[in-house]
C-alpha cells in the first residue's frame, strides 16, 4: 500500500488511527498493539499477500534467536547463534535481492548457462532484514533485553517505517511502544505528525513525481540527448530523489507522530553539504548510522591506525553501494562514493571550520565547496540511475561532448502539467507556436521550486519549530493539492533498494 493512494489516506490511516486510539482509551493495551501489528501486515501485504510470508517467517524465526540468548550462559555457544542469525538473516536478503546478480555473473565468467529464477523482490527486505540484524547483534552483546513476541513484532512492523525506513534501532521504538502515556491520543503531536506528513507527500507528488516525467524520458533516450539537456535530466533526477526519498521519509515521521511514536531523523539538508562527508552525514542517515554501528567500528574503525581507517570508509561505503542494488551500477556507483569519502578524510583540501575534528590543509570558500560537492553527487547520480554501465557513460559522453542540438526541445512537452491544463488550451488556440515557450517556463520554474527548498530549513528543523497558524493553513493546502493531483499509482524509488 503507498502513502500516496487514496485508500490509505481516506481508509486505511483513519482506521487505523481509530482502532489504535480507540483501544487504547478503553483500556485494551494488549488488543490495541495486535491491532496495530495486524493492520501493519495489511499494510505490507496488500499487493502480495505472499510478502506476509516471507516477513512473519523472518520476525518469528529471528525472536526464537533472541530467545536463545537468554538460554546460553557460554559466549561460544552465544558466538554460534549469532553466527545463525547472521547467516539467516543475510541468506533470505542474497536470495530474493542478489541470487540473480551471482548466477548472472557465474555465467558470464565460467561460461555456463545456469537458470536465472527471476525472484520478485518483497518490498523493504533490505530494511526489515537491517533492523533485525541491529537487534541480533545488541542482544548477542547484552545491550538489549529480550521484549515479547507482540512488542517485537511491533517494532518489525510498524506500517511507517516498514517498507523504506528509516531503519529503526530496538532502543528507539520498543520503549515507546510499552510506555502506555503514550497510549492516549496527543493533539499537538497529532497536529505536528500531520502537517509533516503534508509536506512529505507534497514533495513526491508535487515534484519528484513531476521530475521523474523528464528523469524517465531522458535516461531511456540518451542516445537523443545533448550537453545541455543531459545536465537538466541529472539535475531533475538529483532533486526528485531527494524529494521522493526524503519525502517519504517525513510522511513516515508524521505518521509515526500521529500514533505518539517518535521515529528517528533521516535526512539533514543533504544537498547543503561542502563535502562528500558531510553530505552523507545529511543523507539516509539510519543506514549511514547501521553501517558505522554493527561494520565500521567492528571492523576497528578509526582504532587500528589512519590506513586501515580509511579502508574501513571506503569498504563500508562500497557495501551501502552493493545494498541499493543487484547490479553493477550500484557496486561502482558505491565505490566512487567510498574513494570521495577517503579523499575528504586526507583534509587536503575542503571547507574550514565546519565543525570537524581536523581542519583541511588548503581552504576553499564554503559557497565553492557547496558547488562542487552537489556537482560530484550529481555527476554520480548518472551510475545510479543508469540501467547499465554503457548508459552511464553514455550520459557522460553527452555531458563531455559540449553540444547544443537543440534537444531540450525532447523534454519540454513532458512539463505538461495538470494545473497548466487551462492556459494551454488558451495558448494552443491563440498561439500554439508559444507551448514550447510555457513548457520552458514551467521548467525554469520547477528548478527554482526545488532549489528554493532544498537551501531553505529542512522538515525536521521546521518540525521543532513554533508552529503557526498560518504554517498549518500552507501545511493543509498542499495536502489538498497532492490529494487532488493523484493521477495515477506512483511508487517510491527506494522501494526497489
Not at 128 to 138: C, K, M, N, V, Y
Request: aromatic share 20%.
Amino acid at each position: 500500500m503507498l502513502f500516496n493512494s487514496y485508500i490509505f489516506i481516506f481508509i486505511f490511516l483513519p482506521i487505523t488511527l481509530l482502532g489504535w486510539y480507540g483501544l487504547n482509551r478503553l483500556h485494551a493495551y494488549k488488543i490495541s498493539l495486535i491491532f496495530l501489528v495486524g493492520m501493519s501486515l495489511w499494510f505490507y501485504g496488500y499487493f502480495n499477500p505472499s510478502y506476509l510470508l516471507i516477513i512473519i517467517s523472518s520476525i518469528l524465526i529471528n525472536y526464537l534467536l533472541s530467545f536463545s540468548f537468554e538460554k546460553i550462559n557460554s559466549k561460544s555457544g552465544k558466538v554460534i547463534w549469532l553466527l545463525i542469525g547472521l547467516s539467516f538473516n543475510l541468506g533470505i536478503l542474497f536470495y530474493f535481492k542478489y541470487f540473480d546478480f551471482f548466477i548472472e555473473n557465474i555465467n558470464m565468467i565460467f561460461k555456463s548457462d545456469f537458470t536465472l529464477k527471476h525472484i520478485l523482490l518483497p518490498l523493504g527486505i533490505s530494511f526489515f532484514t537491517f533492523q533485525q540484524i541491529s537487534f541480533i547483534i545488541d542482544r548477542f552483546r547484552g545491550k538489549a533485553r529480550h521484549y515479547d513476541l507482540l512488542n517485537y513484532s511491533a517494532f518489525v512492523t510498524f506500517f511507517p517505517q516498514l517498507v523504506a525506513g528509516p531503519i529503526v534501532l530496538y532502543d528507539e521504538v520498543m520503549p515507546q511502544f510499552e510506555d502506555l502515556k503514550k497510549r492516549k491520543f496527543n493533539t499537538e503531536n497529532f497536529t505536528k505528525g500531520l502537517g509533516m506528513f503534508s509536506i512529505g507527500l507534497g514533495k513526491k507528488v508535487l515534484l519528484a513525481d513531476v521530475l521523474a516525467h523528464v528523469v524517465n524520458y531522458g535516461f531511456d533516450n540518451a542516445v537523443f540527448l545533448d550537453s545541455i539537456s543531459t545536465f537538466i535530466v541529472g539535475l531533475f533526477y538529483a532533486f526528485e530523489l531527494y524529494f521522493d526519498f526524503s519525502g517519504y521519509s517525513d510522511m513516515a515521521m508524521g505518521l509515526g507522530l500521529m500514533f505518539n511514536i517518535f521515529l528517528p531523523q533521516n535526512f539533514s539538508s543533504p544537498y547543503k553539504a561542502c563535502s562528500m562527508k558531510q553530505l552523507w552525514q545529511g543523507w539516509h542517515i539510519t543506514l549511514s548510522r547501521f553501517f558505522v554501528q554493527y561494520v565500521y567500528i567492528p571492523m576497528g574503525g578509526s582504532r587500528k591506525g589512519k590506513a586501515r581507517a580509511l579502508f574501513n570508509v571506503f569498504f563500508i561505503f562500497m557495501l551501502s553501494g552493493l545494498w541499493h542494488g543487484a547490479a553493477w551500477t550500484f557496486v561502482v556507483w558505491g565505490i566512487i562514493q567510498g574513494l570521495a569519502l577517503v579523499w575528504d578524510n586526507l583534509y587536503l583540501i575542503g571547507v574550514k571550520g565546519q565543525g570537524g575534528k581536523q581542519e583541511p590543509k588548503i581552504g576553499i570558500p564554503k559557497l565553492l565547496g557547496q558547488f562542487l560537492t552537489f556537482n560530484f553527487f550529481l555527476a554520480t547520480l548518472f551510475v545510479f540511475r543508469a540501467n547499465t554501465l554503457s548508459d552511464a557513460a553514455l550520459m557522460f559522453k553527452n555531458i563531455f561532448s559540449f553540444k547544443y542540438t537543440g534537444s531540450i526541445s525532447r523534454l519540454l512537452p513532458y512539463m505538461d502539467l495538470p494545473e497548466f491544463y487551462l492556459i494551454k488550451q488558451i495558448i494552443s488556440m491563440k498561439a500554439p507556436s508559444a507551448l514550447n515557450a510555457m513548457y520552458g517556463f514551467i521548467m525554469i520554474l520547477l528548478l527554482f521550486i526545488s532549489i528554493f527548498i532544498i537551501t531553505r530549513k529542512n522538515s525536521f528543523q521546521l518540525l521543532n519549530e513554533t508552529q503557526t497558524r498560518k504554517k498549518y493553513l500552507f501545511a493543509a493546502f498542499v495536502f489538498c493539492w497532492s490529494v487532488i493531483s493523484f493521477s495515477q499509482v506512483s511508487t517510491f524509488i527506494y522501494f526497489n533498494f
